[in-house]
């Protein structure tokens, strides 16, 4: 059988219900956002574009660890209740933040200005792989030259207990996408073509989870 995806209406409807309960899974996620963190030269960033925000959680780490103080953050989301929580968590943050609701497909045009960094984290392993093609091309296309893409997201195993859970992950996505919200383990790096050069790359495993930390620039 081959994999199977949740439709935009259904990963919205599913989002949409999962609501604040997303930041349950800090246990596995945020070992790899702090990585990300640590590597994504956050603190020369002039525009942070975020898509797939969630509750906003990572953008008030990167807003209040890592960027200077006139730097702006951009994000979007699928999902209207995440996109609420998210506005409400970065109200403090003022016009220096911008987010809004989108339809699916990877757009950054909303953000009208130049960006030096794109960040994407736990939402490119839910897309089919011509949705994963059309975000990296769009990425190359709005970034500055030289500014980075910073991707977290579900990836194989490195031993035999993450290999053991990313290969069950890998198979209730087949059968059952809807019960793991249509996320499965994929490598970012492994799709990316030659306007990209990879300036950083792990595999953070966190409670036997693994996820793949990458930074990549544009050339």
Not at 139 to 167: I, K, N
Request: charged letters at 20%.
């Amino acid at each position: 059988m081959g994999q199977r995806f949740l439709t935009t209406a259904q990963a919205r409807a599913f989002y949409d219900r999962f609501g604040a309960r997303q930041d349950s899974q800090a246990f596995y996620e945020d070992p790899a956002l702090e990585c990300l963190l640590a590597h994504g030269s956050f603190g020369s960033a002039r525009h942070v574009f975020e898509f797939g925000c969630g509750t906003g959680r990572l953008a008030e780490m990167i807003l209040t660890r890592a960027l200077p103080g006139q730097a702006r953050y951009s994000g979007c989301d699928i999902s209207e209740t995440m996109i609420g929580l998210a506005r409400a968590r970065l109200e403090r943050f003022g016009d220096r933040v911008t987010l809004w609701q989108s339809d699916g497909p990877p757009d950054f045009s909303p953000t009208g200005t130049e960006i030096d960094r794109v960040v994407s984290t736990y939402v490119l392993d839910l897309l089919p792989d011509a949705q994963i093609a059309a975000f990296l091309n769009e990425a190359a296309r709005a970034l500055v030259p030289g500014g980075l893409l910073c991707t977290v997201g579900l990836t194989g195993g490195t031993d035999l207990p993450s290999r053991l859970t990313s290969g069950l992950w890998s198979m209730l996505a087949r059968l059952r996408p809807e019960l793991v919200g249509g996320c499965r383990p994929i490598s970012v790096a492994a799709r990316l073509d030659e306007d990209w050069a990879i300036e950083y790359r792990t595999v953070v495993t966190a409670w036997t989870v693994p996820s793949e930390v990458l930074v990549a620039r544009r050339k």
